[in-house]
């Protein structure tokens, strides 16, 4: 069960569609794995247009055309835009994965592999707060421990993999800020979602090769 969900401030954001694109990505994904979020997403956009269409002061004219406008958009065949352009699923190392809806139209790019971490950054058009990236750790991978500079978002999307303050399975929103220092590691192998606005920090091994590695993740 999903045990990490967005805060109301994060889900209200979202409806009222005023996050940066990043951000709108992360909390897109999980509201496809949580339905829980989902419905409570689909009550807040009902109440956001409640409340613009009860400001609008509506002449029986308006209501008209509104009744016009809203049977024109229903008769309108799904637009080609919310098609998803590419495939559902993406192979890593010889393995398919699924794809959640909101990442299959973003271009990607190639795969860099660093030890048993490989990370494709998602290239978006905006300039948006942050970084967005597929990130894969193989059976057995292990980051180094390392603080945050900045926020950390992490959404396993096939897999899981714990650090030491739980457990994590595809769904699951954690967010983490620059106060968290852990270790994140995987038994089975995780596809994530990962969005960092700064590079993170490590804390054990060899700091100055590693913040290179760091710098890399990002
Ligand atoms: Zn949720």
């Not at 954690?174 to 089975?188: A, F, G, N, W, Y």
Request: glycine share 6%.
């Amino acid at each position: 069960m999903i045990n990490f969900h967005p805060d109301n401030a994060l889900l209200a954001a979202y409806a009222a569609d005023t996050l940066p694109l990043t951000m709108t990505l992360a909390v897109a994904i999980h509201v496809e794995f949580c339905p829980a979020c989902a419905q409570r997403v689909a009550e807040l956009e009902r109440k956001l247009a409640e409340n613009i269409l009860l400001a609008a002061p509506v002449s029986p004219a308006d209501e008209l055309q509104f009744d016009d406008m809203l049977s024109y958009i229903l008769q309108q065949p799904e637009s080609a835009a919310l098609q998803p352009m590419t495939e559902p699923t993406i192979e890593i190392q010889g393995q398919v994965f699924w794809l959640p809806r909101a990442l299959r139209r973003l271009a990607r790019q190639n795969w860099q592999q660093m030890g048993n971490i490989g990370r494709s950054r998602l290239l978006l058009d905006e300039q948006s707060t942050g970084r967005a990236s597929l990130m894969y750790l193989s059976a057995g991978a292990a980051v180094p421990r390392h603080v945050h500079k900045g926020m950390e978002l992490t959404l396993p999307i096939s897999g899981a993999f714990r650090d030491e303050f739980g457990e994590y399975i595809p769904g699951d929103f954690i967010l983490r800020d620059s106060q968290v220092t852990h270790q994140p590691q995987s038994k089975e192998g995780c596809l994530c979602f990962a969005l960092l606005d700064a590079p993170v920090q490590f804390t054990q091994g060899l700091p100055r090769l590693l913040n290179n590695f760091g710098e890399l993740l990002y």
